[in-house]
Nanobody, 127 residues
Framework: QPQLEESGGGLVQAGSSLRLSCVVSRHADNFNNFAMGWFRQAPGKEREFVAT????????LYADSVKGRFTISRDNAKSTVNLQMNSLKPEDTAVYYC??????????????????WGKGTLVTVSS
């Protein structure tokens, strides 16, 4: 099965930016067949949807809490999905997970029942 690896997390101040990346390193030839998404989980809270992107990269969806601040993108040639996070807020603090789905649309992927998950990267935003 595909292996997903996130990178780019760290500790930043509110108002700063971070760019997360997720690389599919196994079965990367199938990357174009995956709807991709980012999810996050804060301590003591349930994992929540952040953003998803369609297979061709032409469709995107965002949680209301990040709309206008975060941008999801993908580079199918590099089997990579990115999350540009601007104007970060303390409430954005969470472990961010990259996920892939082989069958669902990027719209249905917002529900979070994805086929494959990365191990996560921690984003901490201080005030």
């Amino acid at each position: 099965q595909p292996q997903l690896e996130e990178s780019g997390g760290g500790l930043v101040q509110a108002g700063s930016s971070l760019r997360l990346s997720c690389v599919v390193s196994r079965h990367a030839d199938n990357f174009n067949n995956f709807a991709m998404g980012w999810f996050r989980q804060a301590p003591g809270k349930e994992r929540e949807f952040v953003a998803t992107i369609s297979r061709a990269g032409t469709g995107t969806l965002y949680a209301d809490s990040v709309k206008g601040r975060f941008t999801i993108s993908r580079d199918n040639a590099k089997s990579t999905v990115n999350l540009q996070m601007n104007s970060l807020k303390p409430e954005d603090t969470a472990v961010y997970y990259c996920a892939a789905d082989a069958a669902k649309s990027y719209v249905m992927s917002t529900r979070g029942q994805m086929d494959f998950w990365g191990k996560g990267t921690l984003v901490t935003v201080s005030s």
